[in-house]
């Protein structure tokens, strides 16, 4: 096989750099803007470096907590100081990463400046990443507050973080308050929206319940089948469905259009719905199917057959 020459090998990595430029075109850049960017001044850089070398502290997460959740919990909580610090570089950086972004032209690509770019990107995602993890504590101690029957600690903290990642984007440090003050209203008035969606869904699920589980059709076509069958064939149906938890009973519904749903939903309708993200909302529909697959395997034929006898 011929090596490749000096020829092939500057083509290949002129090729390479214009899939990495047109990544970034492709890519927005979200940041929060401040006047004194345009200065290009690093002076917080020594408080950022420390703060980032200071990394884990085990000693800080509770030992009464498990395994999983201690691990989320070792990274210290910022002083002031440096959570201005983390907060103003991130954008800092993200700025500079824009402000060179708008300069590519990925038919004469500059290697060097698409370097640049995501190395900035690559350091504000760092200073992002140590943010959440030491607002973590924080997290799990609104959301206990909001636990549920059925809304579990780990459902609940899973919206949380999602919500804390949100927040971490949209929060601006030189309004001089504390980011824990931002962060505690926005998932707590999440955790109440989601808990006070489930309280009402749960009531319509009841409500509703023999409706969606077997719901005839409009015309109220003739069955077959006597009013008995129908009867039995609910009620072992309906056993199934209750098996599920709430969020999980609407899903299914919505994604197979049973009983008043009659449209099939998609994941960004009912992530908008419950107030949750789409992905999220994939996950749950997984489960929840995976619960009806191992119960319909479960299922003694002698109670299929029971049920439809008249």
Known sequence: ?????????????????????????????????????????AGSSEIVASTLRGAKSKS????????????????????????VALFREMNRLKYRANVLRTRLDPEHVNVQAVDTIEALLSQAQSIRDHIIQANMR?????VKKFVTPQQSFDDMLSDG????????????YD???????????????????????????????????????????????????SDQVWSNLRELTASMLDQLD????????????????????????LADKLGVSKERVRQLEQRAVSKLRTLAAALEMDELFGAAMV
Not at 60 to 83: M, T
Not at 209 to 223: G, I, L, P
Not at 246 to 269: D, M, N, P, W
């Open 161 to 172: 973080i999602y919500t804390l990642m949100q927040t971490v984007e949209k929060f601006d």
């Open 138 to 142: 924080l997290v799990m101690s609104i």
């Open 246 to 269: 709430r969020r999980e009973q609407f899903i299914i519904r919505s994604r197979y259009a049973l009983g008043a749903h009659r449209k099939v939903r998609t994941f960004q309708c």
């Open 175 to 225: 309004r001089g308050f504390r980011f824990s003050t931002y962060a505690y209203r926005s998932i707590a008035r999440n955790a109440y929206r989601t808990v006070t969606t489930a309280s009402k869904e749960e009531a319509r699920f009841t409500r509703d319940a023999e409706e969606w589980a077997f719901e005839q059709e409009d015309d109220h076509s003739a069955s077959s089948m």
């Open 1 to 41: 096989m011929a090596a490749a020459t000096p020829t092939t090998e500057r083509v290949s990595s002129t090729e390479s750099a214009r899939q990495r430029a047109l990544e970034i075109l492709r890519t927005e850049i979200d940041f929060i803007p401040n006047p004194e960017f345009r200065v290009d001044d």
């Open 60 to 83: 800080q997460a509770p030992a009464e907590l498990p395994a999983h959740l201690r691990r989320i919990c070792e990274v210290e909580l910022l002083a002031h100081e440096q959570e």
